[in-house]
Protein backbone atom coordinates (compact mmCIF):
# COMPACT_ATOMS: atom_id res chain seq x y z
CA UNK A 1 0.00 0.00 0.00
CA UNK A 2 2.89 2.30 1.28
CA UNK A 3 5.00 2.05 -2.43
CA UNK A 4 0.99 2.47 -4.23
CA UNK A 5 0.78 5.68 -2.48
CA UNK A 6 4.21 6.60 -3.34
CA UNK A 7 3.28 5.89 -7.13
CA UNK A 8 0.38 7.65 -7.06
CA UNK A 9 2.58 10.65 -5.84
CA UNK A 10 5.06 10.63 -8.71
CA UNK A 11 2.27 9.98 -11.27
CA UNK A 12 0.08 12.56 -10.16
CA UNK A 13 3.23 15.05 -9.47
CA UNK A 14 4.41 14.35 -13.11
CA UNK A 15 0.76 15.39 -14.65
CA UNK A 16 0.72 18.60 -12.77
CA UNK A 17 4.24 18.74 -13.91
CA UNK A 18 2.99 18.31 -17.73
CA UNK A 19 0.33 21.19 -16.83
CA UNK A 20 2.43 24.22 -16.43
CA UNK A 21 4.65 26.60 -18.28
CA UNK A 22 8.25 25.98 -18.05
CA UNK A 23 10.64 29.01 -18.11
CA UNK A 24 14.34 28.62 -19.44
CA UNK A 25 16.25 32.33 -18.23
CA UNK A 26 19.79 30.87 -19.40
CA UNK A 27 19.25 31.47 -23.38
CA UNK A 28 21.31 34.55 -24.39
CA UNK A 29 19.39 37.53 -26.34
CA UNK A 30 20.88 36.68 -29.29
CA UNK A 31 20.02 32.81 -28.79
CA UNK A 32 16.36 33.67 -28.20
CA UNK A 33 16.40 36.05 -31.61
CA UNK A 34 17.82 34.27 -34.19
CA UNK A 35 17.15 30.75 -32.98
CA UNK A 36 13.13 30.84 -30.64
CA UNK A 37 11.89 34.04 -32.24
CA UNK A 38 12.50 34.87 -36.19
CA UNK A 39 10.93 32.41 -38.97
CA UNK A 40 11.40 32.95 -42.52
CA UNK A 41 12.24 35.84 -44.74
CA UNK A 42 14.23 38.08 -42.41
CA UNK A 43 17.81 38.66 -41.52
CA UNK A 44 18.58 40.06 -37.99
CA UNK A 45 21.63 42.02 -36.75
CA UNK A 46 22.38 44.33 -33.80
CA UNK A 47 20.61 42.36 -30.98
CA UNK A 48 21.17 43.88 -27.79
CA UNK A 49 18.94 43.12 -24.02
CA UNK A 50 18.97 46.05 -21.14
CA UNK A 51 17.51 44.68 -18.19
CA UNK A 52 18.11 41.66 -15.35
CA UNK A 53 18.96 38.62 -17.41
CA UNK A 54 16.26 37.08 -15.02
CA UNK A 55 13.39 39.45 -17.00
CA UNK A 56 14.11 37.42 -20.63
CA UNK A 57 14.05 33.46 -21.58
CA UNK A 58 12.26 31.44 -23.49
CA UNK A 59 9.16 29.33 -22.97
CA UNK A 60 7.29 25.85 -23.42
CA UNK A 61 3.62 26.12 -22.88
CA UNK A 62 3.32 22.56 -21.90
CA UNK A 63 -0.37 21.79 -21.49
CA UNK A 64 -1.38 25.54 -19.69
CA UNK A 65 -3.52 27.45 -21.61
CA UNK A 66 -1.56 30.58 -22.52
CA UNK A 67 -2.43 29.83 -26.10
CA UNK A 68 1.27 29.63 -27.69
CA UNK A 69 3.12 26.40 -27.88
CA UNK A 70 6.73 27.93 -27.61
CA UNK A 71 9.07 31.00 -27.91
CA UNK A 72 10.18 33.91 -26.21
CA UNK A 73 8.98 35.19 -22.72
CA UNK A 74 10.28 39.10 -21.24
CA UNK A 75 8.84 40.53 -17.97
CA UNK A 76 9.21 43.41 -15.59
CA UNK A 77 10.07 41.04 -13.04
CA UNK A 78 11.76 37.19 -12.90
CA UNK A 79 10.37 35.42 -15.77
CA UNK A 80 10.77 32.28 -13.98
CA UNK A 81 8.31 33.13 -11.42
CA UNK A 82 5.52 33.05 -14.13
CA UNK A 83 5.57 29.25 -13.55
CA UNK A 84 2.34 27.51 -11.66
CA UNK A 85 2.90 28.04 -8.02
CA UNK A 86 5.14 31.35 -8.56
CA UNK A 87 4.43 34.86 -7.58
CA UNK A 88 5.28 37.28 -10.65
CA UNK A 89 6.11 39.90 -8.21
CA UNK A 90 9.91 40.99 -8.48
CA UNK A 91 11.30 44.85 -7.37
CA UNK A 92 15.01 44.74 -9.48
CA UNK A 93 15.01 48.42 -8.55
CA UNK A 94 16.51 48.84 -12.69
CA UNK A 95 15.95 51.67 -14.42
CA UNK A 96 12.26 52.61 -16.45
CA UNK A 97 11.98 53.34 -20.26
CA UNK A 98 10.95 56.72 -22.11
CA UNK A 99 9.15 55.17 -24.72
CA UNK A 100 7.32 52.72 -22.25
CA UNK A 101 6.48 55.41 -20.23
CA UNK A 102 4.94 57.53 -23.19
CA UNK A 103 3.25 54.42 -24.22
CA UNK A 104 1.32 54.62 -20.38
CA UNK A 105 0.37 58.06 -20.35
CA UNK A 106 -0.95 57.98 -23.63
CA UNK A 107 -3.93 55.23 -22.39
CA UNK A 108 -6.95 57.68 -23.14
CA UNK A 109 -9.42 55.13 -21.46
CA UNK A 110 -7.06 55.08 -17.81
CA UNK A 111 -8.55 58.31 -16.04
CA UNK A 112 -5.32 58.20 -13.50
CA UNK A 113 -2.74 57.61 -16.77
CA UNK A 114 -1.90 61.35 -16.25
CA UNK A 115 -0.66 60.16 -12.32
CA UNK A 116 2.40 57.58 -14.46
CA UNK A 117 5.09 59.56 -14.24
CA UNK A 118 7.66 56.64 -13.78
CA UNK A 119 8.60 54.09 -14.85
CA UNK A 120 11.09 50.69 -13.63
CA UNK A 121 12.58 47.64 -14.16
CA UNK A 122 12.64 47.75 -17.85
CA UNK A 123 13.41 44.94 -19.98
CA UNK A 124 14.51 46.36 -23.63
CA UNK A 125 15.21 43.73 -26.14
CA UNK A 126 16.41 45.72 -29.65
CA UNK A 127 17.32 44.28 -32.79
CA UNK A 128 17.53 45.21 -36.34
CA UNK A 129 16.51 43.72 -39.74
CA UNK A 130 16.12 43.23 -42.98
CA UNK A 131 12.65 41.94 -44.54
CA UNK A 132 12.38 40.33 -47.67
CA UNK A 133 8.53 40.98 -47.80
CA UNK A 134 6.50 43.53 -48.07
CA UNK A 135 5.09 42.83 -44.82
CA UNK A 136 6.33 41.31 -41.54
CA UNK A 137 4.10 38.92 -38.75
CA UNK A 138 4.19 37.62 -34.98
CA UNK A 139 2.01 36.87 -32.34
CA UNK A 140 1.66 37.43 -29.06
CA UNK A 141 0.34 36.95 -25.73
CA UNK A 142 0.16 40.31 -23.14
CA UNK A 143 -0.36 39.04 -19.45
CA UNK A 144 0.03 40.61 -15.67
CA UNK A 145 -0.17 39.86 -12.41
CA UNK A 146 -2.24 43.20 -12.14
CA UNK A 147 -5.25 42.32 -13.42
CA UNK A 148 -8.10 42.87 -12.11
CA UNK A 149 -7.22 45.00 -8.93
CA UNK A 150 -5.49 47.49 -10.51
CA UNK A 151 -7.38 48.31 -13.91
CA UNK A 152 -7.22 51.99 -14.85
CA UNK A 153 -5.07 53.03 -11.98
CA UNK A 154 -1.38 54.95 -11.77
CA UNK A 155 0.11 51.49 -11.66
CA UNK A 156 -0.86 50.22 -15.14
CA UNK A 157 2.58 48.20 -15.93
CA UNK A 158 3.03 49.01 -19.85
CA UNK A 159 5.23 47.83 -23.25
CA UNK A 160 5.57 48.09 -26.58
CA UNK A 161 6.76 46.88 -29.83
CA UNK A 162 8.50 50.35 -31.33
CA UNK A 163 9.54 50.27 -34.89
CA UNK A 164 11.81 52.59 -36.70
CA UNK A 165 12.42 52.69 -40.64
CA UNK A 166 11.24 53.15 -43.91
CA UNK A 167 7.38 53.40 -44.16
CA UNK A 168 5.80 51.93 -47.38
CA UNK A 169 2.88 54.99 -47.44
CA UNK A 170 5.70 57.38 -46.89
CA UNK A 171 7.90 58.77 -44.62
CA UNK A 172 9.57 57.09 -41.60
CA UNK A 173 8.04 54.88 -38.65
CA UNK A 174 9.73 56.47 -35.69
CA UNK A 175 9.46 54.01 -32.72
CA UNK A 176 6.01 53.68 -33.77
CA UNK A 177 4.34 51.39 -31.43
CA UNK A 178 2.34 48.40 -32.79
CA UNK A 179 0.96 47.19 -29.37
CA UNK A 180 -2.59 48.42 -30.09
CA UNK A 181 -5.79 46.64 -29.29
CA UNK A 182 -6.86 46.02 -32.83
CA UNK A 183 -9.11 47.97 -34.88
CA UNK A 184 -8.21 51.11 -32.37
CA UNK A 185 -5.28 53.29 -31.26
CA UNK A 186 -5.03 52.43 -27.65
CA UNK A 187 -2.22 50.28 -26.39
CA UNK A 188 -2.56 47.20 -25.02
CA UNK A 189 -2.74 47.58 -21.36
CA UNK A 190 -5.03 46.10 -18.45
CA UNK A 191 -6.70 49.01 -18.83
CA UNK A 192 -7.89 49.11 -22.38
CA UNK A 193 -8.30 44.85 -22.34
CA UNK A 194 -10.37 43.11 -18.90
CA UNK A 195 -13.56 42.29 -18.19
CA UNK A 196 -14.63 43.29 -14.36
CA UNK A 197 -18.03 44.57 -13.41
CA UNK A 198 -16.55 46.77 -10.65
CA UNK A 199 -15.67 49.14 -13.44
CA UNK A 200 -16.53 51.25 -15.90
CA UNK A 201 -17.19 50.36 -18.16
CA UNK A 202 -17.39 46.72 -17.00
CA UNK A 203 -15.59 44.95 -20.66
CA UNK A 204 -12.78 47.15 -22.40
CA UNK A 205 -12.29 44.58 -25.52
CA UNK A 206 -13.19 41.78 -23.31
CA UNK A 207 -13.35 39.37 -26.19
CA UNK A 208 -9.42 39.39 -26.44
CA UNK A 209 -9.32 38.87 -22.44
CA UNK A 210 -8.92 35.66 -20.35
CA UNK A 211 -9.04 35.37 -16.39
CA UNK A 212 -8.24 32.98 -13.75
CA UNK A 213 -5.35 31.35 -16.19
CA UNK A 214 -4.16 27.88 -15.86
CA UNK A 215 -0.54 26.03 -15.87
CA UNK A 216 0.83 29.88 -14.75
CA UNK A 217 0.67 32.54 -12.40
CA UNK A 218 -0.29 35.49 -14.04
CA UNK A 219 -4.23 36.96 -12.85
CA UNK A 220 -5.24 37.47 -16.58
CA UNK A 221 -3.81 37.51 -19.73
CA UNK A 222 -4.98 37.93 -23.73
CA UNK A 223 -5.82 35.83 -25.86
CA UNK A 224 -3.27 35.11 -28.53
CA UNK A 225 -2.97 38.10 -31.09
CA UNK A 226 -1.57 39.07 -34.19
CA UNK A 227 0.81 41.99 -35.20
CA UNK A 228 1.26 42.83 -39.01
CA UNK A 229 3.33 45.78 -40.54
CA UNK A 230 4.10 46.81 -44.01
CA UNK A 231 7.62 46.83 -44.92
CA UNK A 232 9.86 48.04 -47.59
CA UNK A 233 11.55 44.67 -49.10
CA UNK A 234 15.26 44.99 -48.33
CA UNK A 235 15.29 47.62 -46.03
CA UNK A 236 16.71 48.12 -42.81
CA UNK A 237 14.27 47.98 -39.70
CA UNK A 238 14.92 48.69 -35.98
CA UNK A 239 12.75 46.57 -33.80
CA UNK A 240 12.52 47.24 -29.97
CA UNK A 241 10.20 45.50 -27.70
CA UNK A 242 10.15 46.71 -24.03
CA UNK A 243 7.64 45.96 -20.96
CA UNK A 244 8.07 47.92 -17.31
CA UNK A 245 6.40 48.72 -13.98
CA UNK A 246 4.81 52.10 -13.83
CA UNK A 247 5.10 54.28 -10.63
CA UNK A 248 6.08 50.74 -8.57
CA UNK A 249 8.55 48.03 -8.88
CA UNK A 250 6.28 45.04 -8.00
CA UNK A 251 3.35 42.83 -9.63
CA UNK A 252 4.98 42.60 -12.94
CA UNK A 253 3.74 42.14 -16.36
CA UNK A 254 4.89 40.08 -18.93
CA UNK A 255 4.93 39.33 -22.70
CA UNK A 256 4.99 36.18 -24.22
CA UNK A 257 6.32 36.13 -28.47
CA UNK A 258 5.65 32.45 -30.04
CA UNK A 259 8.75 31.17 -31.60
CA UNK A 260 9.02 31.24 -34.88
CA UNK A 261 6.53 34.07 -35.68
CA UNK A 262 8.27 36.56 -36.43
CA UNK A 263 8.41 36.62 -40.46
CA UNK A 264 8.28 38.23 -43.50
CA UNK A 265 5.68 37.78 -45.74
CA UNK A 266 6.76 36.81 -49.36
CA UNK A 267 5.95 39.61 -51.95
CA UNK A 268 3.01 38.29 -53.96
CA UNK A 269 4.25 38.33 -57.94
CA UNK A 270 1.39 36.30 -59.44
CA UNK A 271 -0.30 39.48 -60.81
Given at each position: ???????????????N??G??????????Y??????????G???????????????????????????????????G??????????????????????????????????????????????????????????????F???????L?????????AF?????????????????????????????????????????????????????????????????????????????????????D???????????LE?????????????
Open positions: MYCFLILLFILLLSIVKQITIDPNPSADLVTNTLIGPLVTSNITFLGNSNQIGSFNAGTSNIGLPTGIVMSSDVTSIQAGGNPSTNYGGPGDADVLATAQSVTSNPNAGFINTTNDAAVLEFDFIPDGDEVIFNVFASEEYTWINSQYNDGFYLSGPNPAGGNYSSENLALVPGTNEPITISTIYIDPSQTPPSMNGSYFLNNPNGHSFNGFTIPIEIRFNVICDSTYHFKFAVACVDGILDTGVFGGSFQAVPVDISL
